[in-house]
Protein backbone atom coordinates (compact mmCIF):
# COMPACT_ATOMS: atom_id res chain seq x y z
CA UNK A 1 0.00 0.00 0.00
CA UNK A 2 2.56 2.51 1.07
CA UNK A 3 4.08 2.10 -2.51
CA UNK A 4 0.90 2.88 -4.16
CA UNK A 5 1.04 6.05 -2.03
CA UNK A 6 4.37 6.94 -3.14
CA UNK A 7 2.83 7.14 -6.22
CA UNK A 8 -0.27 9.48 -5.27
CA UNK A 9 2.01 11.46 -3.84
CA UNK A 10 3.76 12.24 -7.07
CA UNK A 11 -0.32 12.64 -8.56
CA UNK A 12 -0.71 15.19 -6.18
CA UNK A 13 2.26 17.60 -6.64
CA UNK A 14 1.02 17.56 -10.41
CA UNK A 15 -2.20 17.93 -9.78
CA UNK A 16 -1.56 21.26 -7.00
CA UNK A 17 0.49 22.50 -9.99
CA UNK A 18 -2.20 22.08 -12.55
CA UNK A 19 -4.55 23.79 -10.34
CA UNK A 20 -2.08 26.55 -10.01
CA UNK A 21 -2.42 27.10 -13.50
CA UNK A 22 -4.22 30.65 -14.77
CA UNK A 23 -5.85 28.13 -17.75
CA UNK A 24 -6.89 25.68 -15.22
CA UNK A 25 -8.53 28.05 -13.04
CA UNK A 26 -10.37 29.83 -15.66
CA UNK A 27 -12.23 26.32 -16.72
CA UNK A 28 -14.68 25.99 -14.27
CA UNK A 29 -15.11 22.03 -15.42
CA UNK A 30 -11.73 21.42 -15.02
CA UNK A 31 -11.16 23.29 -11.97
CA UNK A 32 -13.69 21.47 -10.21
CA UNK A 33 -12.99 18.21 -11.63
CA UNK A 34 -8.62 19.22 -10.24
CA UNK A 35 -10.19 20.41 -7.06
CA UNK A 36 -12.19 17.00 -6.46
CA UNK A 37 -8.99 14.98 -7.23
CA UNK A 38 -7.13 16.47 -5.00
CA UNK A 39 -9.46 16.32 -2.20
CA UNK A 40 -9.06 12.67 -2.74
CA UNK A 41 -5.33 12.49 -3.17
CA UNK A 42 -4.64 14.93 -0.38
CA UNK A 43 -7.12 12.35 2.57
CA UNK A 44 -4.77 9.31 0.82
CA UNK A 45 -1.60 10.96 0.78
CA UNK A 46 -1.91 12.65 4.20
CA UNK A 47 -2.80 8.97 5.80
CA UNK A 48 -0.07 6.98 3.89
CA UNK A 49 2.25 9.00 5.90
CA UNK A 50 1.23 8.89 8.91
CA UNK A 51 1.18 4.83 8.66
CA UNK A 52 4.56 5.33 7.11
CA UNK A 53 5.56 7.26 10.22
CA UNK A 54 3.68 5.44 12.77
CA UNK A 55 5.71 1.84 11.09
CA UNK A 56 8.47 3.77 11.94
CA UNK A 57 7.71 3.81 15.53
CA UNK A 58 6.98 0.25 15.83
CA UNK A 59 10.42 -0.29 14.47
CA UNK A 60 11.89 1.59 16.70
CA UNK A 61 10.21 0.17 19.54
CA UNK A 62 11.32 -2.92 19.32
CA UNK A 63 15.00 -1.94 18.89
CA UNK A 64 14.33 0.00 22.17
CA UNK A 65 12.94 -3.13 23.94
CA UNK A 66 15.86 -5.13 22.39
CA UNK A 67 18.47 -2.72 23.91
CA UNK A 68 16.78 -1.86 27.39
CA UNK A 69 16.18 -2.63 30.67
CA UNK A 70 13.57 -1.72 33.59
CA UNK A 71 11.59 1.19 33.08
CA UNK A 72 12.94 2.12 29.84
CA UNK A 73 11.90 -1.68 28.29
CA UNK A 74 8.33 -0.54 29.71
CA UNK A 75 8.31 2.57 28.06
CA UNK A 76 9.11 1.31 25.31
CA UNK A 77 6.50 -2.02 25.07
CA UNK A 78 3.96 0.87 25.72
CA UNK A 79 5.10 3.27 23.00
CA UNK A 80 5.01 -0.37 20.71
CA UNK A 81 1.11 -1.37 22.06
CA UNK A 82 0.08 2.72 21.30
CA UNK A 83 2.09 2.40 17.57
CA UNK A 84 1.02 -1.24 16.58
CA UNK A 85 -2.77 -0.14 17.25
CA UNK A 86 -2.45 3.10 15.16
CA UNK A 87 -1.14 1.63 12.49
CA UNK A 88 -3.43 -1.38 12.31
CA UNK A 89 -6.33 1.34 12.25
CA UNK A 90 -4.06 3.74 9.43
CA UNK A 91 -4.06 0.68 7.74
CA UNK A 92 -7.70 -0.46 7.57
CA UNK A 93 -8.36 3.52 6.92
CA UNK A 94 -5.68 3.59 4.21
CA UNK A 95 -7.54 0.37 2.36
CA UNK A 96 -10.66 2.10 2.62
CA UNK A 97 -8.95 5.33 0.81
CA UNK A 98 -7.83 3.45 -2.11
CA UNK A 99 -10.84 1.77 -2.58
CA UNK A 100 -13.09 2.49 -5.77
CA UNK A 101 -15.03 5.66 -4.98
CA UNK A 102 -18.58 4.97 -5.68
CA UNK A 103 -19.56 7.55 -8.45
CA UNK A 104 -21.85 9.58 -6.75
CA UNK A 105 -20.03 9.91 -3.73
CA UNK A 106 -19.78 13.97 -4.65
CA UNK A 107 -23.14 14.29 -5.62
CA UNK A 108 -26.51 15.77 -3.65
CA UNK A 109 -29.47 13.38 -3.29
CA UNK A 110 -33.28 13.94 -4.33
CA UNK A 111 -35.34 11.45 -1.34
CA UNK A 112 -39.07 10.44 -2.75
CA UNK A 113 -41.02 8.61 0.09
CA UNK A 114 -44.66 7.35 -0.71
CA UNK A 115 -47.20 6.34 1.55
CA UNK A 116 -47.65 2.47 0.46
CA UNK A 117 -49.63 -0.12 2.33
CA UNK A 118 -52.27 1.00 5.46
CA UNK A 119 -54.26 3.82 3.46
CA UNK A 120 -54.16 7.27 5.35
CA UNK A 121 -51.81 5.42 8.33
CA UNK A 122 -49.25 5.09 5.88
CA UNK A 123 -49.29 8.90 4.72
CA UNK A 124 -48.67 9.49 7.93
CA UNK A 125 -45.89 7.67 8.51
CA UNK A 126 -44.42 9.10 5.59
CA UNK A 127 -45.13 12.41 6.96
CA UNK A 128 -42.87 11.29 9.98
CA UNK A 129 -40.34 9.46 7.52
CA UNK A 130 -39.76 13.05 6.22
CA UNK A 131 -39.73 14.95 9.65
CA UNK A 132 -36.94 12.75 10.92
CA UNK A 133 -34.65 13.04 7.71
CA UNK A 134 -35.21 16.98 7.95
CA UNK A 135 -34.10 16.82 11.96
CA UNK A 136 -31.14 14.28 10.60
CA UNK A 137 -30.32 17.03 7.82
CA UNK A 138 -30.04 19.71 10.69
CA UNK A 139 -28.37 17.48 12.56
CA UNK A 140 -25.35 16.80 9.58
CA UNK A 141 -25.78 20.66 8.41
CA UNK A 142 -26.55 19.61 5.23
CA UNK A 143 -28.95 21.99 3.13
CA UNK A 144 -32.84 20.91 2.65
CA UNK A 145 -35.33 22.02 0.08
CA UNK A 146 -38.52 20.37 -0.23
CA UNK A 147 -39.47 19.72 -4.24
CA UNK A 148 -42.79 18.56 -4.07
CA UNK A 149 -45.21 17.74 -1.48
CA UNK A 150 -49.42 15.77 -1.72
CA UNK A 151 -50.85 16.20 1.81
CA UNK A 152 -53.42 13.52 2.31
CA UNK A 153 -56.15 14.06 4.27
CA UNK A 154 -55.38 13.89 8.03
CA UNK A 155 -52.44 16.19 7.21
CA UNK A 156 -49.85 13.33 6.23
CA UNK A 157 -48.07 12.83 3.03
CA UNK A 158 -49.32 10.44 0.06
CA UNK A 159 -45.57 11.77 -1.64
CA UNK A 160 -43.30 14.13 -0.80
CA UNK A 161 -39.61 14.39 -2.31
CA UNK A 162 -36.66 16.84 -1.03
CA UNK A 163 -33.50 17.81 -2.06
CA UNK A 164 -30.12 16.98 0.32
CA UNK A 165 -27.18 19.22 -0.40
CA UNK A 166 -23.60 18.21 1.66
CA UNK A 167 -20.39 16.49 2.66
CA UNK A 168 -21.72 12.89 2.14
CA UNK A 169 -24.68 12.60 1.93
CA UNK A 170 -24.71 9.99 -0.58
CA UNK A 171 -22.77 7.79 1.48
CA UNK A 172 -25.52 7.86 4.14
CA UNK A 173 -28.68 8.81 2.71
CA UNK A 174 -28.47 5.63 0.27
CA UNK A 175 -28.75 2.85 3.29
CA UNK A 176 -32.63 5.13 3.73
CA UNK A 177 -33.68 3.56 0.62
CA UNK A 178 -36.10 0.48 0.48
CA UNK A 179 -39.78 -0.08 2.89
CA UNK A 180 -40.25 0.89 6.04
CA UNK A 181 -42.66 -0.43 8.22
CA UNK A 182 -44.27 0.76 10.98
CA UNK A 183 -46.17 -1.22 14.08
CA UNK A 184 -48.30 1.25 16.43
CA UNK A 185 -52.06 1.99 17.21
CA UNK A 186 -53.32 4.27 13.87
CA UNK A 187 -55.33 7.91 15.22
CA UNK A 188 -58.09 6.20 13.18
CA UNK A 189 -58.23 3.07 15.56
CA UNK A 190 -60.78 3.42 17.65
CA UNK A 191 -60.27 0.04 19.67
CA UNK A 192 -56.83 0.81 20.35
CA UNK A 193 -55.02 -2.19 17.99
CA UNK A 194 -51.56 -2.20 16.70
CA UNK A 195 -51.01 -1.87 13.01
CA UNK A 196 -48.98 -2.34 10.72
CA UNK A 197 -48.19 0.23 7.93
CA UNK A 198 -45.60 1.12 5.45
CA UNK A 199 -43.57 3.80 3.18
CA UNK A 200 -41.13 3.75 0.59
CA UNK A 201 -38.30 5.47 0.21
CA UNK A 202 -36.50 6.63 -3.08
CA UNK A 203 -33.26 8.12 -3.01
CA UNK A 204 -31.79 9.55 -6.41
CA UNK A 205 -28.17 10.76 -6.91
CA UNK A 206 -28.77 14.41 -8.03
CA UNK A 207 -27.84 14.94 -11.38
CA UNK A 208 -26.30 18.20 -13.19
CA UNK A 209 -27.25 19.54 -16.63
CA UNK A 210 -23.67 18.58 -17.84
CA UNK A 211 -24.00 14.58 -16.55
CA UNK A 212 -27.37 14.41 -18.82
CA UNK A 213 -29.06 15.88 -21.29
CA UNK A 214 -32.28 15.64 -22.18
CA UNK A 215 -33.92 16.53 -25.75
CA UNK A 216 -36.32 18.70 -25.41
CA UNK A 217 -38.37 16.72 -27.78
CA UNK A 218 -38.35 13.97 -25.57
CA UNK A 219 -40.83 16.20 -23.69
CA UNK A 220 -44.42 16.50 -23.31
CA UNK A 221 -44.89 19.50 -21.14
CA UNK A 222 -48.69 19.81 -19.45
CA UNK A 223 -49.86 22.79 -17.44
CA UNK A 224 -53.17 22.67 -15.75
CA UNK A 225 -54.47 24.77 -12.47
CA UNK A 226 -52.80 23.71 -8.86
CA UNK A 227 -55.36 22.16 -6.55
CA UNK A 228 -54.79 22.12 -2.81
CA UNK A 229 -53.65 24.14 0.09
CA UNK A 230 -51.39 26.81 -1.01
CA UNK A 231 -50.62 30.45 -1.82
CA UNK A 232 -52.45 32.84 -3.48
CA UNK A 233 -51.65 31.83 -7.12
CA UNK A 234 -52.85 28.23 -5.97
CA UNK A 235 -56.17 27.07 -7.84
CA UNK A 236 -56.46 30.64 -9.95
CA UNK A 237 -53.56 30.23 -12.41
CA UNK A 238 -52.16 27.51 -14.43
CA UNK A 239 -48.91 27.18 -12.93
CA UNK A 240 -48.88 23.62 -11.62
CA UNK A 241 -46.24 21.32 -14.68
CA UNK A 242 -46.39 18.16 -15.73
CA UNK A 243 -43.43 16.81 -17.32
CA UNK A 244 -43.22 13.33 -19.67
CA UNK A 245 -40.10 11.83 -20.90
CA UNK A 246 -41.96 9.95 -24.17
CA UNK A 247 -38.99 7.62 -24.18
CA UNK A 248 -38.96 6.13 -20.86
CA UNK A 249 -42.75 6.86 -20.09
CA UNK A 250 -41.60 8.60 -16.84
CA UNK A 251 -43.73 11.53 -15.32
CA UNK A 252 -43.32 13.88 -13.03
CA UNK A 253 -45.56 16.45 -11.31
CA UNK A 254 -45.26 19.87 -9.74
CA UNK A 255 -47.18 22.35 -8.13
CA UNK A 256 -45.78 23.45 -4.99
CA UNK A 257 -44.23 27.03 -6.69
CA UNK A 258 -46.65 29.75 -7.64
CA UNK A 259 -44.40 30.11 -10.86
CA UNK A 260 -45.01 27.68 -13.77
CA UNK A 261 -41.47 28.35 -14.58
CA UNK A 262 -40.07 27.20 -11.22
CA UNK A 263 -41.71 24.06 -11.02
CA UNK A 264 -41.05 23.24 -14.78
CA UNK A 265 -37.29 24.17 -13.26
CA UNK A 266 -37.95 21.49 -10.12
CA UNK A 267 -39.64 19.12 -12.20
CA UNK A 268 -36.88 18.51 -14.73
CA UNK A 269 -34.07 18.61 -11.94
CA UNK A 270 -36.25 15.46 -10.54
CA UNK A 271 -36.36 14.10 -14.05
CA UNK A 272 -32.76 14.04 -14.70
CA UNK A 273 -32.20 12.61 -11.38
CA UNK A 274 -34.22 9.49 -12.25
CA UNK A 275 -33.38 8.81 -15.57
CA UNK A 276 -29.42 9.55 -14.70
CA UNK A 277 -30.19 6.84 -11.90
CA UNK A 278 -31.40 3.91 -14.85
CA UNK A 279 -28.99 4.98 -16.83
CA UNK A 280 -26.35 4.08 -14.34
CA UNK A 281 -28.17 0.82 -13.20
CA UNK A 282 -28.43 0.51 -17.58
CA UNK A 283 -24.77 0.24 -17.10
CA UNK A 284 -24.67 -2.34 -14.70
CA UNK A 285 -26.89 -4.62 -16.45
CA UNK A 286 -29.29 -4.30 -12.35
CA UNK A 287 -31.97 -1.69 -13.78
CA UNK A 288 -35.03 -3.97 -12.77
CA UNK A 289 -33.33 -5.59 -9.50
CA UNK A 290 -31.57 -2.30 -8.35
CA UNK A 291 -35.44 -0.42 -8.86
CA UNK A 292 -37.02 -3.69 -6.99
CA UNK A 293 -34.04 -3.62 -4.22
CA UNK A 294 -34.64 0.13 -3.23
CA UNK A 295 -38.56 0.50 -3.29
CA UNK A 296 -40.09 -3.63 -3.61
CA UNK A 297 -43.46 -3.32 -3.84
CA UNK A 298 -43.95 -1.41 -0.88
CA UNK A 299 -45.15 -4.33 0.93
CA UNK A 300 -44.78 -4.74 4.73
CA UNK A 301 -42.72 -8.30 4.23
CA UNK A 302 -40.64 -6.47 2.24
CA UNK A 303 -38.88 -4.14 4.26
CA UNK A 304 -35.60 -2.98 5.33
CA UNK A 305 -36.20 -1.17 8.76
CA UNK A 306 -39.40 -1.32 11.83
CA UNK A 307 -40.26 1.07 13.59
CA UNK A 308 -42.14 0.08 16.85
CA UNK A 309 -44.21 2.58 18.89
CA UNK A 310 -45.16 0.59 21.91
CA UNK A 311 -41.21 -1.04 22.23
CA UNK A 312 -39.69 2.18 21.42
CA UNK A 313 -37.85 0.39 19.53
CA UNK A 314 -36.40 0.96 15.72
CA UNK A 315 -34.76 -2.39 14.21
CA UNK A 316 -32.57 -2.90 10.47
CA UNK A 317 -33.21 -5.53 9.45
CA UNK A 318 -29.90 -5.67 6.57
CA UNK A 319 -27.70 -5.64 9.88
CA UNK A 320 -29.80 -7.07 12.72
CA UNK A 321 -29.16 -3.42 14.47
CA UNK A 322 -31.91 -2.84 17.37
CA UNK A 323 -31.93 0.18 19.25
CA UNK A 324 -34.78 1.21 22.03
CA UNK A 325 -34.89 4.93 21.52
CA UNK A 326 -37.49 4.72 18.58
CA UNK A 327 -38.47 8.42 19.79
CA UNK A 328 -34.51 9.81 19.57
CA UNK A 329 -34.39 8.50 16.23
CA UNK A 330 -37.52 10.00 14.61
CA UNK A 331 -36.19 12.89 15.91
CA UNK A 332 -33.28 13.12 14.05
CA UNK A 333 -30.42 11.32 16.00
CA UNK A 334 -29.91 8.55 12.99
CA UNK A 335 -26.12 8.56 13.54
CA UNK A 336 -26.26 5.17 15.43
CA UNK A 337 -28.20 3.60 12.70
CA UNK A 338 -25.98 5.32 9.87
CA UNK A 339 -22.79 4.82 11.09
CA UNK A 340 -23.57 1.24 11.58
CA UNK A 341 -25.00 1.13 8.02
CA UNK A 342 -21.60 2.71 6.67
CA UNK A 343 -19.71 0.66 8.70
CA UNK A 344 -21.16 -2.60 7.47
CA UNK A 345 -20.78 -1.53 3.58
CA UNK A 346 -16.84 -0.76 4.19
CA UNK A 347 -16.03 -4.24 6.27
CA UNK A 348 -17.73 -5.62 3.57
CA UNK A 349 -16.14 -3.78 0.68
CA UNK A 350 -12.58 -4.43 2.41
CA UNK A 351 -14.05 -8.13 2.85
CA UNK A 352 -14.69 -8.25 -1.12
CA UNK A 353 -11.63 -5.64 -2.24
CA UNK A 354 -13.88 -3.46 -3.75
Known amino acids: MLDKVAELERELADVEARLA ?63 EAEVDRLGRDLKLLLLPRDRNDERNVIVEIRGAEGGEEANLFAKDLFEMYQAFAARMGWGFEVLAAAPSDLGGYSEVSFLLKGDGVWTRMKHEAGPHRVQRVPVTESQGRIHTSSAT ?63 KEKALRVLRSRLLRMEQER ?18 SEKIRTYNYKENRVSDHRIGLTLYKLDRVLAGELDDVSDALVADEQTRRLTEGG
Open 21 to 83: DPAVFGDRTRYADLARRHKELEAIVATGRALRSRTGDVAAARELIAETEGDDREMARAELTGA
Open 201 to 263: VTVLPEAEEVDLRIDPNDLDIDVYRSSGPGGQSVNTTDSAVRVTHKPTGLVVSMQDEKSQLQN
Open 283 to 300: QAAELSEARRGQVGGGGR
